[in-house]
């Protein structure tokens, strides 16, 4: 059966609850429809471990796929060992899952960026204007062969996954830092400045006094033509809405109290959940 809509859905969290909700809403219907998720599956929500069977059943049937985002990535830190789990992350259960290997050695062979269709590219945070397309799908590349490697080569990533350092783009870098440097662009990027160089304090609205020199990454002209439009979730602060050129942002605070996001590609018609959970 051809395919009905393609629906891409904001960072879940772990709100199994409003996902199923949105799926009501929206009628999914998976022989017929396909679901893109833009990352962040876990963390704050009321079900974490629920959500990420779900996801990865759909996955598996081919009717959905996810990038990796911020809080994914760290929950295959702390299950190797690299970091401790946050106070409000409710991703304990995850971890003490009987399928737990199976849960996680599925999470780390996720992308870190989708292609829908021609016209739209899917990331967690977004992609920088100093990148191309076809550069941006080249380094999320190098990032999830990593990912899916070895368990030396995955460790050796989470451990030297975490900083800010360096905070811009430059194809001379090397190695773990490398790899890092496009994980913060692909899954912890809001403002950057005109070079590229990446500001990780900043989480509130578009309305709120930024640092001089800084703006959304979406605002700068890209250095290189983009005709796609660039999907993407992980800044709640934009409530999953709001007028911007070439960028589609996803994430409407469904954990914060805001609501869970759909975003249909054949209409751009926009879907939410009335209520979020408000766990956050
Ligand atoms: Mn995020």
Known sequence: MPIRYNYVIGDLQGCFTALQTLLEHIEFDEKQDCLWFAGDLVARGEDSLATLRFVKKLCEKDVARTVLGNHDLNLL??????????????????????????????????????????????????????????????????????????????????????????DVWSDDLEGSVRLRVITNYLTRMRLVDADGRLEFAFKDGLDA??????????????????????????W????????????????????????????????????????????G
């Open 77 to 166: 830190a702390v299950w190797r060992g690299y970091n401790k789990i946050r106070k409000n992350d409710r991703t304990t259960p995850i971890l003490e899952a009987p399928d737990a290997p199976v849960l996680l050695n599925w999470l780390r062979k996720q992308p870190l960026l989708l292609r829908p269709n021609a016209d739209y590219v899917l990331t967690h945070a977004g992609l920088p204007h100093c990148w191309t397309i076809a550069q941006a799908e080249s380094l999320a590349f190098e990032v999830a062969m990593t990912l899916r490697g070895t368990f030396i080569e995955l460790d050796r990533f989470l451990e030297n996954m975490y900083g800010n350092d360096p």
């Open 236 to 279: 709640a602060a934009l409530e999953g809405a709001g007028q911007m050129l070439n960028a589609v942002p996803l994430d409407g605070g469904c954990v914060w109290g805001g609501s869970l996001v759909a975003y249909r590609l054949e209409d751009g018609q926009r879907f939410s959940t009335t209520a979020g959970c408000g766990l």
């Open 209 to 234: 006094p930024m640092p001089d020199g800084f703006a959304p990454w979406f605002n700068w002209q890209p250095q290189f033509k983009r005709i796609e439009n660039v999907l993407f979730g992980h």
